[in-house]
């Protein structure tokens, strides 16, 4: 078994009730915890009371980031899937496994007693359901491993609890990572992915693994080199019409500006590159019908330019699902086939590390014909009165970026599998 120095000494030292690791991306904290951790953990307290669980964002999560790594390692036969009761076999034994975004999700164990517990992402956990999970471990051997990437320095599990370590004297254990902590990443994956983070937060926080606010321009990279990602027309290198494997369309209703917002997002086979390929803007409209109207008139013509559109999200808030649900019976009665869902929002952070990922590999282009959500992705800033929000006073063209991002954000988890594939 070859581990790094920084996974030696985590083994060595990771005695405690509490033992996180926090730091960088691809520093090997995870790595370390599949192949060694959890089936240690497991193993010690077979037979003892008490519940083994892994927690997550959610159980997409777990599955990608545990489980599916897991299985790599350990095979199939000793490493289950996520059963209907939210439970799957591990090395024999029955282990909960639960998002932690929302209270609600771990609700059900709550009162229970844990011998054994891994927490995969918990920065971006529910700070109450973190409080539920120390609880519940209530045996003199339970036990709580984790991992996570730091993000704001006002951040509530560092500041409600790492923080306070030594003056309340937990017995917690927090080693720290670089992504030069990971001696098997080739220099040139390394330095790649430092010029793609450069110049925006994240490189404090997921190349330097540390905890760090949030300020100034949030798309940097794109702010500095506008040319890199505008296009005039989608083709690829050798002057060809793109083919794309998905077209979907976010729609901003803007209830707060009057501004109705419709971006067209298309996505290359394998999630490869996303492209803007069209955008319309709505104001002054009063009534359902005429928004209606021109979603049909938007929808037909990025028909008629890119291909045949698979999907588009609707914003649910405030109004949102009445206006879907008219827009959708307005599609069925003009034969248009689509149905609008409502969009999945996720964190605005997530949003945007997603997006400065794609910049960073320029895996991201915007038609130049786009010109309200080039202007927002050049005005952009942190808001500095709100932890890793955007700034929405009105200066900055926030709407645009909304649709935007509904178009591209239920694709997370594949665009995201494209970039921690490496080169």
Known sequence: ?????????????????????????????????????????????????????????????IERNVLQPLRQIYGKNLIDTISSDNTAKLFGEQVYCLGCEKVNQVSKIQGTSIKYAYGDEIAKWNEEVFIMIQASLDKDYSCFDGALNPENQNHWLKKNFIDQIEE?????????????????????????????????????????????????????????????????????????KINFMIISIGIDYGATQGETEFKATGITPYFKQVWTIDEMKLAGLHTPEEMYEKFVEFYDRVVKDYGKVTHAFGDYGALGQVITFGLNRYLQQHNRPIQVQDCIKGRIVDRIELDCHLFGQQRRFILRKCKYLIEAYSEALWDDKHEDERLDDGTTPIDDLDASEYSIFPFYDKLMTEIKGGY
């Not at 995870?30 to 959610?58: A, Q």
């Not at 404090?204 to 040319?227: M, T, V």
Request: hydrophobic share 35%.
């Open 1 to 61: 078994m070859i581990l790094s120095d920084k996974q030696k000494e985590f083994i060595r030292k990771a005695t405690h009730r509490f033992n996180l690791k926090v730091g960088a991306r691809r520093c090997g904290k995870t790595y370390l915890d599949n192949l060694y951790m959890i089936p240690k953990r497991i193993m010690e307290r077979k037979g003892l009371d008490g519940l083994y669980c892994i927690f997550g964002v959610s159980k997409g999560t």
């Open 168 to 240: 309340k004297g937990l017995d917690v254990y927090v080693q720290h990572y670089t992504i030069f902590d990971n001696p098997f990443l080739s220099k040139e994956f390394v330095d790649n992915l430092c010029k793609e983070y450069a110049g925006t937060v994240y490189y404090d926080r997921l190349i330097l693994g540390q905890w760090k606010n949030a300020e100034g321009i949030i798309y940097r990279q794109f702010a500095d080199n506008p040319s890199l990602y505008i296009r005039d027309n989608a083709i690829d290198d050798k002057g060809n």
